[in-house]
């Protein structure tokens, strides 16, 4: 049992985000599914292209970045988070 209680304590030494880390990655995210889709615009070969797809390009990465953004912020030690540093995962 005291095995167990160590090991839930040392669980929760993650840090958090700050809100600058959030806005950036956002904002990263924003900008490089924009990429992405206009990208997906100018070589499409057909007639039209859906624009409903398009932003579900867009919002799709905006929203797995959030959710990868949580999932790092769980306290979780095998949950990979990039806003920690390399020497901290060991």
Do not use: E
Request: charged residues 5%; aromatic residues 12%; hydrophobic residues 45%.
């Amino acid at each position: 049992m005291n095995s167990w209680s160590s090991f839930l304590s040392s669980v929760g030494t993650a840090q958090s985000l700050s809100l600058q880390h959030v806005i950036a990655a956002m904002l990263l995210s924003f900008v490089l599914c924009s990429i992405i889709a206009k990208l997906y615009q100018l070589t499409f070969q057909s007639l039209s292209y859906s624009r409903s797809f398009v932003h579900t390009l867009i919002l799709g990465g905006m929203i797995t970045c959030m959710v990868m953004m949580s999932m790092g912020g769980q306290h979780r030690p095998w949950c990979w988070s990039p806003w920690r540093s390399i020497s901290d995962s060991f």
